[in-house]
């Protein structure tokens, strides 16, 4: 049965009029690295091609890998490997020994592995391969995955079943799985993975769970992934029988320093921590009137002599009412620009409120030109109908990516290009994905949710990469390369997730999920303990019309961003409309760009939403021929459901709007039953 285990590793063999040219492999390389790589290789073209194709000797067309000092082949072959720098490749045709052979070499380890992972790829979505000439190489430095996984198997916003980790059984028992989980990271390039959640149990620091972390950091290693923990503030006191966390205590620094001894004797390569702090009730500096900064740089300062680094959150709540909740991160991070550590990364979300279907991009972006801001992306779906409903979120990723932060007053400053470190020069660069992994055969919850741990890889690997090239590779490795199937189901895919932002929040309307647990509509939510977790907080809803002022004349969140990048959204007549309520209130009887309405516009962008989850799935269904039983049954059924809930979210949205606008349906549109 197909049960969606292999991802896009499924090395099935080719159809008949795909040649293969590779006849044996050669790598002389004896380190993990290369032993993983010329095992992936074999696995591979072995699959791929029907036939045994194993390490052996040089033949006509044999793949040779390796570095430079590893293989003696790739010495003498004395390939230009400048532009691979410490973790890119170069595949190239060439010849040896008057044969033909195709090598895959690197400077280090990990290039060949990533470069055997490429080579795969170019076999899997049917590339000509009797021609080769790529260099490639990433352009983040961290890639890192942030499991929110709890010690007690539960896993925070995870809807693919529960924890991977079997923290019971460690060390002593490493699961195949977790070398399974290794391949698939590293064949997009993830080079990092947080273990623990951000609301993290201080417990995952004690010698035990080092333990348990250092045989899991030891099953990654050759994968090229380093593990790091989210580090709880308070641990010097749960932990450490302290009695304060205070960053400047030199108890409390000591004990952090002893800390992060312990653990890289145990962990040599330790990534380092994520921290969440002073956020959504978690302890943090501020509890002693200190600064994240403060707290970031004590935690630097333990792991800085074994090259560790930190991940400081902006995800930040501040205890007092705020006025807009937007506006918190920025104005806690942005005075701070220039007092970090050099081994911290402060860590943004994308969107300055939390994940939602649409946001505008963070408005830290580009403003701490001193700081390297990591990119943090949520790959589980939290506000975008969990593991059921089919939502691409390359195109969302990329969206966020491609927004021109007009950093320093230039155009072309984008988001993507703050990450990579271009604008302001900086090395240490990073990109983080909050998983969604999880126990379930598919690791994902869904066939089409893998697409987006994929997804996220690449486009940490190059953030400047097409989303629709992704989604293509993509389709062709997890399903079929039958164009009759490729090319719908990437154009599914591509307007999949504008999809979902029409059914839940049309608009730029935004956070009007149910409380708590975020599935379904909840409109009308308004008697949380915190106004800024109610919904009509959001929408401002009254008989005259909707939306979120954030201009000079509401909250004034606007001027956080750049005059330039501002400008684009300041004109509700001129604007993109996909962000109107994000920053306007506006009446209801507004015209905008269709001529319709606000209104009517409301109405039928929630209608077309609903009605455009008909047509994926009968998309799907017209798919049929081209995918296997299980899997097809598996995205219909889901499909299915999503078609429900889009009407739900639909009828219980218009409905609860329209008793408070008091306005007709425009014309065609029935209310529901
Ligand atoms: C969201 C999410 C929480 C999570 C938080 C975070 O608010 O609902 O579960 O802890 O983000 O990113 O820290």
């Not at 079943?161 to 290794?182: C, E, F, N, S």
């Not at 707290?295 to 705020?322: D, Q, T």
Request: proline share 6%; net charge negative.
């Amino acid at each position: 049965a197909e049960d969606g285990y292999d991802l896009w590793q499924r090395y099935r063999p080719v159809e008949a009029g795909y040649a293969i040219p590779a006849t044996s492999i050669v790598s002389e390389g004896t380190t993990p690295p290369l032993i993983a790589a010329a095992q992936e290789l074999e696995r591979g073209l072995s699959g791929l091609s029907g036939k045994v194709i194993e390490v052996g000797t040089l033949r006509d067309n044999a793949v040779i890998i390796g570095t430079p000092s590893s293989s003696a082949a790739i010495a003498l072959l004395n390939p230009d490997l400048t532009k691979a720098g410490e973790e890119g490749f170069i595949i190239r045709t060439t010849r040896l020994n008057d044969r033909p052979v195709t090598i895959i070499a690197a400077n280090r380890d990990i290039g060949v592995l990533y470069g055997v992972f490429e080579y795969l790829k170019l076999i899997q979505t049917r590339q000509p391969l009797t021609s080769l000439n790529i260099t490639d190489a990433p352009k983040v430095k961290l890639r890192v995955l942030n499991h929110w996984d709890n010690l007690d198997g539960s896993v925070e916003r995870g809807y693919a079943g529960t924890t991977i980790w079997d923290w019971w059984k460690l060390p002593d028992v490493r699961h195949p799985r977790y070398t399974d989980y290794a391949r698939a990271n590293a064949s997009v390039g993830i080079n990092g993975t947080v273990l623990n959640n951000v609301n993290s149990n201080a417990v995952s620091l004690s010698p035990a769970y080092i333990a348990k972390t250092a045989a899991l950091a030891d099953t990654f290693r050759p994968y090229g992934i380093k593990v790091y923990l989210s580090a709880r503030f308070s641990a010097p006191i749960e932990e450490g029988g302290l009695k304060t966390a205070d960053p400047l205590d030199p108890q409390v620094r000591a004990w952090w320093k002893a800390k992060a001894d312990e653990i890289y004797a145990a962990i040599p390569d330790f990534g380092g921590f994520l921290v969440k702090a002073n956020s959504e009730g978690q302890p943090g500096p501020q509890d002693y009137k200190r600064s994240h900064a403060d707290g970031a740089n004590m935690l630097a300062e333990a792991l800085k002599p074994h090259g560790g680094i930190v991940m400081w959150r902006a995800f930040v709540y501040s205890h007092e009412k705020p006025d807009d909740r937007h506006k918190q991160a920025y104005d806690e991070f942005k005075a701070l620009d220039g007092q970090f550590a050099d081994n911290v990364l402060v860590q943004v979300k994308n969107g300055a409120i939390d994940f939602q279907p649409r946001e505008p991009f963070h408005p830290m972006f580009g403003a701490m030109p001193k700081t390297p801001l990591m990119m943090e992306f949520q790959i589980t779906k939290e506000y975008l109908g969990f593991s059921t409903h089919l939502a691409y979120l390359g195109q969302y990723y990329e969206e966020a990516l491609k927004a021109d932060t007009f950093a320093g007053g230039k155009a072309g400053n984008t988001v993507a290009k703050v990450v990579e470190g271009a604008v302001d020069n900086h090395t240490l660069t990073g990109i983080a994905g909050v998983a969604n992994i999880g126990m379930d055969r598919n690791w994902s919850g869904s066939d089409f949710d893998q697409a987006n741990w994929y997804a996220f890889g690449r486009l940490a690997w190059n953030p400047q990469a097409s989303s629709r090239a992704i989604a293509d590779d993509w389709a062709r490795m997890t399903f079929s390369n039958d164009p009759a199937f490729v090319a719908p189901v990437v154009d599914m895919m591509m307007t999949s997730r504008e999809t979902v932002a029409d059914y839940m929040t049309p608009l730029g309307l935004h956070h009007l999920m149910d409380t708590g647990h975020h599935y379904g509509p909840g409109p009308w939510v308004d008697n949380l303990e915190r106004a800024d977790w109610n919904p009509v907080y959001y929408h401002k809803a009254d008989i005259n019309g909707i939306g979120f002022d954030r201009m000079k004349t509401g909250s004034n969140a606007i001027a956080q961003y750049t005059p330039k990048a501002a400008k684009l959204w300041a004109e509700p007549k001129t604007m993109d409309e996909r962000y109107l309520l994000w920053f306007h209130h506006v009446p209801w009887d507004y015209k905008v760009k269709s001529g319709r309405t606000l209104w009517d516009e409301v109405v039928v962008t929630y209608s077309k939403g609903a009605s455009d989850v008909t047509t994926m799935r009968n998309r799907w269904a017209s798919l049929k021929p081209y995918v296997d039983a299980d899997r097809f049954e598996a995205v219909a059924t889901n499909l299915m459901i999503q078609e429900r809930e889009a009407r739900w979210w639909r009828d219980a949205s218009v409905a609860y709007f329209q008793s408070i606008s008091k306005r007709p349906l425009p014309a065609g549109y029935s209310a529901p039953e």
